[in-house]
């Protein structure tokens, strides 16, 4: 048997309604955020991510925490441009869940902070709004629209791009009915692709479908898997630079299909050596005028020479 006693404390406490600690679709680290932010003094500018660090959750538990309070209508992020153009970010944090729109007419209300910063409000509706209609505590969770806000799982930093509804890449070709017999190949041909450099390491897992359906193109047009392994290492860097984004130069890579059996390749000239040169219309167009480096390199490695040089800038 369980015995509560209760001492009200005299100063700096924060009430809060028994549905939102017993929420059963939000998790310990989720309520936690909450509640803490909803403790802060009013006015206060404290993102959920610095309330998550001085809460010790850890960056996993708290993308997952940040996701069940959004799916809950608990936060509501928006993007807009502040002062110099600049993209800044607007949260809100409410002791109740709120709609889309009903949010949206507090975020209105609301300051714009200095560009490149993150402002929080903690706001409980006004009298004129009413809480949106929501599932109650109990059942399957609906998730909220986006009504036009930009997704958060967008490739990359965002904080310089306004907006944009997503639209179909005209340029990108769309696997036909002979692509989709190589389907299982090029999904296995895809999960292999961090293993050919560590420049591929971080593919985003959201790209990985898209990737897929590029290299069934290949593999349907007659391209070994070879050939096409081949191809996205002859495209990485050869200066030691680092690549940012990793799925963007697979899919740049991967976009345009030479003919398997196009025109050869001119040979080298005669005062490039054992290197040689890449130029011909099956290839790239962004590999032309480079030359096969004639260091010792586990997999061939390209650069552009300014004079005649046969070895890259890491070899010389």
């Given at each position: 048997m369980i015995y509560r006693h209760f001492i009200a404390p005299p100063r700096a406490f924060t009430q809060f309604s028994h549905d939102l600690i017993r929420h059963p679709r939000l998790s310990s680290d989720a309520v936690r955020l909450l509640t803490w932010q909803l403790s802060l003094p009013p006015g206060t500018r404290e993102s959920l991510s610095r309330t998550a660090e001085r809460a010790r959750i850890g960056g996993c538990a708290f993308t997952r925490a940040?996701?069940?309070?959004?799916?809950?209508?608990?936060?509501h992020e928006r993007r807009l441009q502040g002062p110099g153009g600049l993209w800044v970010t607007q949260q809100l944090v409410s002791n109740v869940p709120l709609s889309d729109a009903e949010a949206l007419k507090l975020l209105a209300q609301?300051?714009?902070?200095?560009?490149g910063t993150t402002t929080t409000e903690r706001a409980a509706p006004p009298p004129q709004l009413a809480p949106g209609r929501r599932s109650p505590a109990v059942g399957e969770p609906t998730p909220p629209s986006t009504d036009g806000y930009p997704s958060q799982d967008q490739e990359g930093n965002t904080s310089n791009q306004?907006?944009?509804?997503?639209?179909?890449?005209?340029e990108s070709p769309q696997p036909d009915g002979d692509a989709e017999p190589h389907a299982t190949a090029a999904r296995a041909l895809v999960d292999a692709f961090p293993a050919l450099s560590p420049d591929l390491r971080h593919i985003p897992r959201?790209?990985?479908?898209?990737?897929?359906?590029?290299?069934?193109?290949?593999?349907?047009?007659?391209?070994?898997?070879?050939?096409?392994?081949?191809h996205i290492l002859r495209g990485l860097p050869d200066d030691g630079s680092p690549v940012l984004r990793p799925g963007g130069l697979l899919r740049h890579l991967l976009r345009d299909v030479?003919?398997?059996?196009g025109a050869t390749t001119p040979p080298p000239p005669e005062d490039a050596g054992p290197a040689r040169?890449?130029?011909?219309?099956?290839?790239?167009?962004?590999l032309a005028g480079t030359r096969e480096c004639a260091g010792d390199h586990l997999q061939p490695?390209?650069?552009r020479p300014v004079r005649d040089e046969t070895h890259c800038l890491r070899c010389r």
């Open positions: 940040k996701r069940q309070l959004k799916d809950e209508g608990f936060v609301m300051p714009v902070g200095p560009a306004p907006p944009r509804p997503p639209v179909a890449d005209a959201a790209m990985r479908p898209e990737l897929t359906k590029l290299t069934a193109c290949w593999l349907a047009a007659g391209h070994p898997p070879t050939a096409v392994r081949t030479p003919p398997p059996h040169r890449f130029a011909g219309p099956g290839l790239s167009g962004r490695v390209l650069f």
